[in-house]
């Protein structure tokens, strides 16, 4: 089954980089997973690759023989991280990038939801900076690049959940999902005027965490929407333009788009088109030897693909398909 040689193909990918990384790190004296000599060449910077690279180690804690210890210690690095606003910067010391915080808030509230024995006094720590990133983030948003926004709503979506007794939370959160909403149903500007395959793949990824962890219509919309540009831009996903708009713009994730398939929402055929590509995009830049591309694949497509197993949450029988995805057809399935 394509599920089965899929599955093998990205756990294969994943030992891959998991080798490669371990001997980089070795090499370039890397601070935990961060290069140590980027680091201080960007005079403090906590870049999201890297971000994804630390934390998701505690998500993955499977699929990866890294010790419990080291992982909190990175964790515990990047906490330190933070100004004291409650932003993260991106590139420069004092930068206070809207882009880093959601990243950060969101990963971090995905470790507080998906690790159950997290040393309490870590725990504190964590909960501590996600309230100072909830207020430094609280009436940002980002016009041009989408999937900063969808970091921020899905970081809002789990401080939700973890801090269930706060309305201030909730009330932010549905504000927020009503605004991402709206805008990606009336603007032609997502991701550089939907021209940005790699960003939308990004995009297409936080969509599917977010609609995975609460499944309602305004979230399956921003989704669907996602894919649909994905399926536009790429002329059926029969060609794969490169635009290059930034460094993130180069990487094709696939992690969103298997989300799809496993919920009947692209085909089968059309998913080994997508795979085809992916394989070659990977080939590209695992050759490259470098630790800002290999961690996104290393840490959201093959972490989140392979540390849980998808359920089917859309149920689509009565779906009609025309050339754009309407998503009036599909029908949620109640949990």
Same mark, same amino acid.
């Given at each position: 089954? #394509?599920?089965?040689?899929?599955?093998?193909?990205?756990?294969?990918?994943?030992?891959?980089?998991?080798?490669?990384?371990?001997?980089?790190?070795?090499?370039?004296?890397?601070?935990?997973?961060?290069?140590?000599?980027?680091?201080? $060449?960007?005079?403090?910077?906590?870049?999201?690759?890297?971000?994804?690279?630390?934390?998701?180690?505690?998500?993955?804690?499977?699929?990866?023989? =890294?010790?419990?210890?080291?992982?909190?210690?990175?964790?515990?690095?990047?906490?330190?991280?933070?100004?004291?606003?409650?932003?993260?910067?991106?590139?420069?010391?004092?930068?206070?990038?809207?882009?880093?915080?959601?990243?950060?808030?969101?990963?971090?509230?995905?470790?507080?939801?998906?690790?159950?024995?997290?040393?309490?006094?870590?725990?504190?720590? #964590?909960?501590?900076?996600?309230?100072?990133? =909830?207020?430094?983030?609280?009436?940002?948003?980002?016009?041009?690049?989408?999937?900063?926004?969808?970091?921020?709503?899905?970081?809002?979506?789990?401080?939700?959940?973890?801090?269930?007794?706060?309305?201030?939370?909730?009330?932010?959160?549905?504000?927020?999902?009503?605004?991402?909403?709206?805008?990606?149903?009336?603007? %032609?500007?997502?991701?550089?005027? $939907?021209?940005?395959? $790699?960003?939308?793949?990004?995009?297409?990824?936080?969509?599917?965490?977010?609609?995975?962890?609460?499944?309602?219509?305004?979230?399956?919309?921003?989704?669907?929407?996602?894919?649909?540009?994905?399926?536009?831009?790429?002329?059926?996903?029969?060609?794969?333009?490169?635009?290059?708009?930034?460094?993130?713009?180069?990487?094709?994730?696939?992690?969103?788009?298997?989300?799809?398939?496993?919920?009947?929402?692209?085909?089968?055929?059309?998913?080994?088109?997508? =795979?085809?590509?992916?394989?070659?995009?990977?080939?590209?830049?695992?050759?490259?030897?470098?630790?800002?591309?290999?961690?996104?694949?290393?840490?959201?497509?093959?972490?989140?693909?392979?540390?849980?197993?998808?359920?089917?949450?859309?149920?689509?029988?009565?779906?009609?398909?025309?050339? %754009?995805?309407?998503?009036?057809?599909?029908?949620?399935?109640?949990?």
């Amino acid at each position: 089954m #394509l599920e089965n040689s899929f599955k093998k193909n990205i756990k294969f990918k994943f030992n891959l980089i998991d080798k490669k990384i371990k001997d980089l790190r070795k090499k370039k004296n890397s601070k935990g997973s961060l290069d140590k000599e980027y680091l201080d $060449g960007k005079k403090n910077f906590s870049s999201p690759p890297f971000q994804y690279f630390s934390v998701n180690f505690l998500n993955s804690s499977e699929i990866s023989d =890294f010790n419990l210890s080291g992982k909190l210690n990175e964790t515990k690095f990047l906490l330190k991280l933070q100004n004291k606003d409650g932003s993260y910067d991106e590139w420069y010391k004092n930068e206070r990038s809207y882009c880093t915080t959601s990243y950060t808030s969101f990963l971090f509230s995905n470790l507080l939801l998906n690790i159950k024995n997290i040393d309490l006094n870590l725990k504190k720590d #964590l909960i501590n900076s996600l309230e100072k990133s =909830f207020f430094f983030l609280k009436n940002k948003f980002n016009k041009n690049i989408l999937n900063q926004n969808l970091a921020k709503l899905a970081f809002l979506q789990n401080f939700n959940e973890i801090q269930k007794k706060s309305l201030i939370i909730k009330e932010d959160l549905n504000f927020f999902l009503d605004k991402v909403h709206k805008f990606i149903t009336n603007s %032609n500007e997502l991701e550089y005027k $939907g021209l940005d395959l $790699g960003y939308l793949t990004i995009s297409l990824m936080l969509s599917a965490e977010i609609l995975k962890r609460k499944n309602t219509k305004k979230r399956l919309d921003i989704f669907l929407i996602i894919l649909n540009l994905c399926k536009n831009l790429t002329s059926d996903f029969n060609y794969f333009p490169s635009y290059i708009f930034s460094r993130s713009s180069r990487i094709f994730l696939i992690s969103g788009f298997y989300f799809a398939f496993r919920q009947n929402l692209i085909s089968n055929n059309e998913f080994k088109k997508i =795979f085809n590509f992916y394989n070659k995009n990977f080939t590209t830049f695992y050759a490259l030897n470098d630790l800002r591309y290999l961690s996104f694949f290393y840490s959201t497509d093959h972490a989140l693909i392979l540390s849980s197993e998808l359920k089917k949450i859309i149920k689509n029988d009565k779906i009609k398909k025309p050339n %754009n995805i309407i998503t009036d057809y599909f029908i949620l399935k109640k949990k």
